[in-house]
């Protein structure tokens, strides 16, 4: 396996459009996270699934954003009516939870939004 | 309240000195999980070490080690020997399980080795 993967890694769009990035996580991982990052500062939590069940969402969360990991594989992260504040990095994890080990998170390379 | 506590923002190092940087945390969860991420200019988050809060012993894994203080509520990143690879910027980040499964981050520090 090569690890978590995220696509598109870059995407411009203007502001109003709505934009969606995909996370595959490592395989054998039944959580999935996403994380937006800003320059300079830490991940910040966006929302967490346990196979296809949103357990957890920040209050981040806008109602303009919506996640989803219809099967338990994969997840999208769709962001409506873009503002120029969603401009970030958007980074995706997945973990095999407590039964793994530590339950470390490994993080995909990320997914960077501009919204001009 | 801020969960996560990186006070150094930058940090310059010489090639093959060590350098501890530093993370206090904040919880109220007598259960809960400390890791270290590095993130290189490439921006892969790459995980480091791990210390759990009932853990005996220091974590070390390599040229990184944890000093784990509880009573201090610290976990500072020790790194020895450092190399130029080694410059990125490093995360310290925490799990209680009173805030949920996912990993709080603190701002990070962005260390610098020269030659």
């Known amino acids: 396996d090569t690890g978590v993967s995220q696509n598109p890694r870059h995407k411009i769009t203007k502001r109003g459009q709505n934009v969606t990035f995909r996370c595959d996580p490592i395989s054998e991982h039944n959580r999935l996270y996403w994380y937006r990052q800003t320059l300079g500062q830490g991940p910040e939590f966006l929302t967490y699934f346990q196979n296809e069940a949103q357990l957890e969402k920040s209050r981040l969360l806008s109602d303009r954003f919506s996640a989803e990991r219809p099967k338990g594989s994969f997840s999208t992260l769709e962001i409506q009516r873009t503002e120029q504040g969603d401009s970030a990095m958007y980074l995706c994890a997945s973990s095999a939870g407590l039964a793994g080990g530590t339950g470390e998170l490994f993080f995909g390379e990320g997914s960077r939004l501009t919204v001009l | 309240a801020q969960k996560i506590t990186q006070t150094q923002p930058g940090m310059f190092v010489q090639e093959k000195e060590a350098v501890t940087l530093d993370c206090t945390y904040d919880?109220?969860?007598?259960?809960?999980?400390l890791f270290w991420y590095k993130q290189p200019s490439s921006g892969e988050m790459i995980f480091l070490i791990y210390?759990?809060?009932?853990?005996?012993q220091n974590a070390t894994e390599g040229r990184y080690s944890l000093n784990f203080q509880k009573a201090r509520k610290s976990a500072n990143l020790v790194i020895s020997a450092s190399q130029l690879g080694d410059s990125a910027m490093y995360f310290c980040a925490m799990r209680d399980w009173q805030a949920g499964t996912a990993l709080i981050f603190g701002k990070g520090t962005t260390l610098s080795v020269s030659s």
């Open positions: 210390q759990g809060s009932y853990d005996q």
């Open positions: 919880t109220s969860d007598p259960s809960y999980g």
